[in-house]
């Protein structure tokens, strides 16, 4: 697993990203801060930063240094982002000496409303992903219309000089998983990992790295799709999770595990070789009717407190029919060993295009706004859709415009994520993707420990 250890930088070509059509229509904006002049690093004291009234700008790209200085201390950061471009904060802390056990909580435009809170992913160092969404006009070059603030606490409480830390701000991080071992960036990956692409907006430069190394917590099969969650932000101490449906396996501390069910993998650290945490039955495939060989899922996504699941094949549910290309929405009323919950068909793939391949990675982002729905998706073969090339390694965006059987329309936007451009061999298929983001805690999924 040491080829695995760091990925290394190379540069993706930046002003292709930013002529991607039809981003403004969705505000998913291109990553264009990368032609702005770099700032200097800001490293606020203990004391110029304790409000949100006070809190110094989190540019992108840029690790911010600072310090817990004395017990109940926090600092907050401002964000300044543009609506449906996903987003994550990051911290250095633990992982690095510090005996920070750094809390990250993220506020909406008021600077009290609590939008997301991590504790513990990378080990005791949180990252918090979201999806902004529009919430405030704010000046400047770019008109940026979404505003948050990140707040830095200890979770005991205590502080001191010694309690210091790095933040950053990420733009576009996209986790993907491959049907097939390979390399990017001068590291290895095999199938079942899962590797995060990290651009940095100040540099143009895109990232690898290992985040979930498979062979590290116990999975020798595939990971078909997955999903990157938030800890729950209505408890005081916080996982990350990660939804996962995986290839027929033994899985430790589960048993059996087939592809016609979903697991939960809390996480305690990511990385390579350090990936830890335990895994816990989140849905029962053959108790809402999922039971063949097509009905293997192979596509996974969060819709509001729904998941939106897409299968290898041919099967029926209830009253849905459905194949390799559609997607269907499943309300859950019971999670667990025992699940239960209605299904109906809400993508039809043949509608817009997409009879003749396999849609695999989903991902899916709402506008809370107007309720727009924005689905990136990727295929298991190349296919001309939208008047785009789309090749297995990589993204194209739909903005659904209507859903159901035989009623399904989108307009299709163009390549969300270009493989090619990021350093992927040719060989490259994507099983998985994912931008994070996903907050998803029904009560149905509150037997799961926090």
Same mark, same amino acid.
């Given at each position: 697993?040491?080829?695995?250890?760091?990925?290394?930088?190379?540069?993706?070509?930046?002003?292709?990203?930013?002529?991607?059509?039809?981003?403004?229509?969705?505000?998913?904006?291109?990553?264009?801060?990368?032609?702005?002049?770099?700032?200097?690093?800001?490293?606020?004291?203990?004391?110029?930063?304790?409000?949100?009234?006070?809190?110094?700008?989190?540019?992108?790209?840029?690790?911010?240094?600072?310090?817990?200085?004395?017990?109940?201390?926090?600092?907050?950061?401002?964000?300044?982002?543009?609506?449906?471009?996903?987003?994550?904060?990051?911290?250095?802390?633990?992982?690095?000496?510090?005996?920070?056990?750094?809390?990250?909580?993220?506020?909406?435009?008021?600077?009290?409303?609590?939008?997301?809170?991590?504790?513990?992913?990378?080990?005791?160092?949180?990252?918090?992903?979201?999806?902004?969404?529009?919430?405030?006009?704010?000046?400047?070059?770019?008109?940026?219309?979404?505003?948050?603030?990140?707040?830095?606490?200890?979770?005991?409480?205590?502080?001191?000089?010694?309690?210091?830390?790095?933040?950053?701000?990420?733009?576009?991080?996209?986790?993907?998983?491959?049907?097939?071992?390979?390399?990017?960036?001068?590291?290895?990956?095999?199938?079942?990992?899962?590797?995060?692409?990290?651009?940095?907006?100040?540099?143009?430069?895109?990232?690898?790295?290992?985040?979930?190394?498979?062979?590290?917590?116990?999975?020798?099969?595939?990971?078909?799709?997955?999903?990157?969650?938030?800890?729950?932000?209505?408890?005081?101490?916080?996982?990350?999770?990660?939804?996962?449906?995986?290839?027929?396996?033994?899985?430790?501390?589960?048993?059996?595990?087939?592809?016609?069910?979903?697991?939960?993998?809390?996480?305690?650290?990511?990385?390579?070789?350090?990936?830890?945490?335990?895994?816990?039955?989140?849905?029962?495939?053959?108790?809402?009717?999922?039971?063949?060989?097509?009905?293997?899922?192979?596509?996974?996504?969060?819709?509001?407190?729904?998941?939106?699941?897409?299968?290898?094949?041919?099967?029926?549910?209830?009253?849905?029919?459905?194949?390799?290309?559609?997607?269907?929405?499943?309300?859950?009323?019971? #999670?667990?060993? &025992?699940?239960?919950?209605?299904?109906? @068909?809400? /993508?039809? %793939? +043949?509608?817009? =295009? *997409?009879? !003749?391949?396999?849609?695999?990675?989903?991902?899916?982002?709402?506008?809370?706004?107007?309720?727009?729905?924005?689905?990136?998706?990727?295929?298991?073969?190349?296919?001309?859709?939208?008047?785009?090339?789309?090749?297995?390694?990589?993204?194209?965006?739909?903005?659904?415009?209507?859903?159901? #059987?035989?009623? &399904?329309?989108?307009?299709?936007?163009? @390549?969300? /994520?270009? %493989? +090619?451009?990021? =350093? *992927?061999? !040719?060989?490259?298929?994507?099983?998985?993707?994912?931008?994070?983001?996903?907050?998803?805690?029904?009560?149905?999924?509150?037997?799961?420990?926090?």
């Amino acid at each position: 697993m040491t080829g695995k250890r760091l990925f290394l930088n190379f540069f993706a070509l930046v002003l292709l990203l930013a002529a991607l059509p039809a981003l403004a229509l969705a505000q998913d904006k291109p990553p264009t801060d990368a032609s702005v002049q770099t700032p200097e690093a800001q490293t606020p004291s203990a004391t110029d930063d304790d409000t949100p009234a006070t809190a110094p700008l989190l540019q992108c790209g840029i690790p911010t240094g600072g310090v817990i200085g004395s017990a109940g201390d926090v600092d907050y950061y401002r964000i300044e982002t543009y609506g449906l471009r996903p987003s994550m904060v990051s911290i250095k802390a633990w992982e690095v000496g510090s005996p920070l056990d750094a809390v990250l909580t993220l506020y909406g435009p008021d600077g009290t409303t609590v939008v997301a809170r991590q504790d513990d992913f990378d080990a005791r160092d949180p990252r918090l992903h979201w999806t902004p969404q529009t919430n405030a006009s704010l000046p400047g070059p770019h008109d940026k219309d979404s505003l948050y603030y990140v707040k830095v606490a200890n979770f005991s409480g205590g502080g001191g000089s010694a309690y210091t830390y790095s933040i950053t701000y990420h733009v576009y991080p996209v986790y993907v998983g491959m049907t097939a071992s390979g390399t990017v960036g001068g590291g290895s990956y095999e199938k079942g990992d899962i590797l995060l692409a990290d651009y940095n907006c100040q540099t143009g430069s895109t990232s690898w790295e290992m985040f979930f190394d498979a062979s590290a917590a116990g999975v020798t099969g595939n990971v078909r799709d997955f999903a990157v969650l938030n800890g729950d932000p209505s408890v005081a101490s916080q996982h990350g999770y990660i939804l996962m449906s995986l290839d027929k396996q033994t899985i430790p501390g589960l048993g059996t595990v087939v592809a016609n069910d979903l697991v939960a993998f809390q996480v305690n650290d990511v990385g390579a070789d350090d990936t830890s945490g335990s895994f816990h039955r989140i849905f029962d495939g053959s108790d809402v009717g999922l039971t063949t060989k097509g009905e293997q899922i192979d596509g996974l996504t969060i819709f509001d407190n729904a998941l939106m699941l897409s299968t290898s094949g041919k099967g029926s549910v209830m009253n849905a029919t459905f194949a390799n290309e559609d997607i269907l929405v499943f309300n859950p009323s019971q #999670l667990g060993t &025992t699940t239960s919950g209605s299904w109906a @068909l809400h /993508f039809d %793939g +043949s509608n817009v =295009g *997409l009879g !003749a391949v396999d849609t695999q990675g989903i991902h899916l982002k709402l506008s809370e706004s107007d309720g727009a729905q924005f689905l990136y998706v990727t295929f298991d073969k190349t296919i001309q859709i939208g008047g785009t090339t789309v090749t297995p390694r990589d993204s194209q965006r739909c903005w659904i415009r209507t859903v159901g #059987l035989n009623n &399904t329309s989108c307009d299709w936007l163009g @390549l969300q /994520f270009f %493989g +090619s451009v990021q =350093g *992927l061999p !040719a060989t490259a298929v994507f099983d998985g993707y994912d931008e994070g983001g996903s907050q998803w805690w029904p009560a149905a999924f509150s037997n799961l420990p926090k």
